[in-house]
């Protein structure tokens, strides 16, 4: 059983596009993050839920809207698609001490 | 507020040499400190982590760590390096447990040779 799964794996859109990321998480745990990872590497925090509630929200745009109908779900809906939005996205979850992550979404907007 | 400074944005090595990893850290609160591994076109792996136990911490495939307060450090170490382990790695910082966010180093890539 996959602990951190998020579909889908890749996504190609066109720009403009409005597109949905779904990510679960069967280890029970509390808290919820979704991280973007640019073309550099670089891993940036974009929320973080804790019991379905937002915690964090790193000035984001406010085309990125996540959704937690329960705790083992963070979906995250981007509207508006822009080229600068290709990226790998990640979930986490988080308990107490380390996050488990999922496998990324590879995002590329065209 | 939390920080993570990788010093060296790529590390070669050829196998069976030692590896070394630079992490220097900053944080307002006793941190909890991580180390990561990401392979090519894979997601993120725990490595190990320190949360204020014992300042030596052993984790996976041979590597260890040190958590060094006085210094602010927490170096990635493995006595002998194998073709396995190039990857990208990353230090990992976080104020405490539960929903605070990590926060993350720009990572370290590391390239073994034969």
């Known amino acids: 059983d996959t602990a951190v799964s998020q579909t889908p794996k890749y996504l190609v859109t066109q720009m403009g596009n409005d597109k949905s990321i779904k990510c679960e998480q069967n280890l029970g745990h509390d808290t919820m993050y979704w991280y973007k990872q640019d073309s550099k590497k670089f891993l940036k925090i974009m929320f973080s839920y804790n019991n379905k509630e937002l915690i964090i929200n790193e000035t984001v745009p406010n085309r990125f809207s996540p959704k937690s109908p329960d705790k083992a779900h963070l979906n995250l809906h981007i509207n508006s698609l822009e080229l600068g939005d290709s990226a790998v996205y990640f979930c986490?979850?988080?308990?107490?001490?380390?996050?488990?992550f999922g496998q990324g979404t590879r995002l590329t907007v065209v | 507020a939390q920080s993570v400074t990788q010093l060296d944005s790529h590390v070669s090595v050829s196998e069976g040499t030692p590896v070394l990893l630079r992490c220097n850290y900053s944080s307002s609160y006793s941190p909890s400190l991580f180390w990561y591994v990401q392979h090519p076109n894979k997601g993120l792996q725990l490595l190990l982590k320190?949360?204020?136990?014992?300042?030596l911490v052993k984790g996976i495939n041979g590597f260890e760590a040190e958590f060094k307060k006085s210094e602010t450090s927490f170096h990635l170490t493995k006595p002998s390096a194998h073709m396995s382990d190039a990857a990208e790695y990353f230090c990992?910082?976080?104020?405490?447990?539960?929903?605070?966010?990590?926060?993350f180093g720009t990572g370290t890539r590391l390239l073994v040779s034969p």
């Open positions: 986490a979850s988080r308990q107490n001490t380390e996050a488990f």
């Open positions: 990992v910082v976080s104020s405490g447990t539960g929903f605070q966010k990590l926060v």
């Open positions: 320190y949360t204020s136990a014992a300042t």
